[in-house]
Structures are given as C-alpha cells and as structure tokens.
C-alpha cells in the first residue's frame, strides 16, 4: 500500500535513488503499476519510500519474474485490494502461469496428475495441474517413460517448497505484506528454484560420474 | 540419434503422423534441427520413426520447454554428439538458463547462495548458482527478509528434485538415451515443479485458511 505522507523527492530523486529513468517511471504511472506522487504544483508532486519500495517491486516482477506489464498491473492490483489471500494467491497464480486449455490435455494425464496429488486439496482448474498433465502428456509423447519415479518425487519436491511459501505468509502480519510476499513468492520462487536445481544437478552428477581424482586412480 | 534405416514415409505421412505442417518440417530442416530424409530421387525422400521422435522431441522443447530456436539447435546437437554426459548437462542447463553477468550479482549474495550449498560441488559460473544470487538480490532490494528460511528450504528440494534427476538418467542404458533424457528433465523440470507447486500451494494454504465446513461450524 502506498503511503501518501511521507513523499519528499521530485521526480528527478526517485529516478536516481530507484536507478530506474524517468522515462520508464512515467511509463509506469500511464500503465497503472505505480500511482501518482502527492501533487505540490500544476507540473509538480513528491514521492517517497513507498514509491521507491513499488518501483523495486515492479523491475523484480517484470525483469526478474518474466512477467508482462499486463500480468504485473494484475498482481500489484491483488496487493493493493483488501481481496482475501486465497484470491490474491489465485490471482498470482494465474499471472505467471502460460493459460492452458483444459481440451488440450489427455484423460490419461489428469489422472496420472491426480495420483500424484492424492489427499491434496487442488481445485479442476489450478493452472498448475494442467501445467504439470501437459508436461505428462509431453513426456510421453516423446516415447519417455518416467522409470525412477520421477513425476512422484517432483511432487515431494513441489510440496516441500510450498510449505515453506505459506510458511513465509505466516510469517507477516499486516495483510498488504502477507499479500506482497504471496506474489513475490509466486514470482521468484519458480526463478529460485530452477537455479537451486541447475546448481544441485551439477552436484549430484559430479559425485556419481566425475573422475576420481589421480591419487584414488 | 536418426537411424537411417527405417525410413519409410513421404513428407506428407511424417507430417500427418506427427500432426506438423510440412512447412514446419521443412524450416526445421533448414535450422537443421532435423537431419535430412533418406533420398530416393531429385525432389523426394522418406522419412521413419527416428524421424518422428525428433519431431516430437523438438515440439517438446520449442513449445513446452520455451527454448528459441537456436537453443533447441545446441541440445539436439549435444543429444547427437558424442560429448561426455557432464557436457551435454552443461549445455542443457545453459540453453535454459538466462545468460547472467556475473558482475550483476552482489557478493553479499554469491556468498548467501554459497552457504546454502554447503557441501556441493559446483563450479563458480553454474548458471544456477547466479540465477539463484540473483533472486537473492532481489528478494532482499524489495525489502524482504528470509523470515522462514525460505531460500534454504527451497535447496533442500532443489536437492530432491535433482537427485530425481540423474536417477532418471542411471535408469537408461544407451549414450543417445540418457543425453536425451538429460536434455527432456532439464527443459521440462521446471514446467513440472512450478506446475507442481502451483497445485501444492493451494492444497497447502487452504488447510491453513480455507474456512471449515459449514458442518463442523
């Protein structure tokens, strides 16, 4: 939430504290991600750490989390809204999820998805379930066949870090932080994760088939 | 790898298999993403099964995985080389990764990243490793604090899903079979887990919030 009583900096100061140009704040404002400074003259207002704070927020939605100013006007709009958290992790959810149509993922799939998800409480349509069936159906369309569990331990994998997410939610008080850190999470969380995994692939390949060193030889 | 001795199909029956217009196949060719048919006069060749796997392997990366063109180009390239599997990983991960400058990521974070990993071996210019001091970066410029260890909890399943990973990979015999299925997990990993977790994060949070039924009210 914007806080309107602490703007201090002309326009010129919250481009140079937030490394950010003019240009690209004023494009802000006109898109609707960040509102308009508190207004001190016909050609003039003033911002402050709220500015700066959104702005932050905005350059990791965008340039960080890949998301299109569109889906990131949707997000910073579930912050602002008193909505209930469920519906703003709904709406994060949707953001910087590709849309699937249902029809374009097999039975076969969804079945196989759903195994995985057994005790889960997961609405028909989460973007992630059809997300993970098309991965199903992608996989064995190409003739691969999942011999090590993999779709199984992947959804250990997803459950883990989901707890740590709603564990970060639990950790605000104030509902327009557990509201920023649901789609922050959202957001950087897939980002995170595929590094950690990138980094642990290395690891766990490097054990298994790096050559021993000379002195073990 | 294209096994010429199969072949048996026109362009228009590989294209009417494989669901591709003929035009597609033609430009993969030309990106050479596909090895030529076998010929069997001025205008024609035929086509076979290792034809239509490559097909299905490319659909998989361009349109599920995200890749551009020239990335998908590098990891069927490395499928089809002899490079050592340590290679073919490398160049899978770098081909999905977002290519980092390692000057854009803060030390304070490198070393944040780094203790996480206590213990794995990873080279310094892993794209994972920068792509996750990155998230840091931005997680912590936006004013957030690690409040539940999130970062670290989310290592610990980056570890489970990589661990999936090279099972995966033990669990084939041939070269071309395990530097394929390196290249599929790698690609379609992290459309799995965000899908995955996507799910999970509803099942988890509406444990937590969800209002209980009206019965038990």
Redesign the interface.
Known sequence: MIERDTAAWKMAELSSRSGVPVATIKFYQRENLLPPGERTGPNQALYGDAHL?RI??IR?LIE?GGLSVAAARQVVEAIDSERP??ET?EIA?HSV?EPIDPETVTTDALTH?DT??TG????AD???????A??FD??T????V??????R????????????????????VERAAKA??VV???V???????????????????????APPESEL
Chains 1, 2 share one sequence.
């Open positions: 704070d932050r927020l990791a960080v958290l469920q992790f959810q999820s998805v995985l998800m889960w409480h997961v609405s989460n973007p992630g379930r059809l997300a993970a098309r991965v992608t996989f369309g190409i003739g691969q999942d011999a090590a569990g993999w779709f331990r992947y959804a250990a994998a997803a459950l883990l870090a989901a707890e740590a997410d709603i564990d970060e939610l639990d950790a605000r920023e850190i922050v999470g959202t950087l969380g897939d980002t995170l994760f595929s590094g950690l995994r990138r980094a642990a692939q290395e690891h766990v390949s490097s054990l298994r088939y790096a």
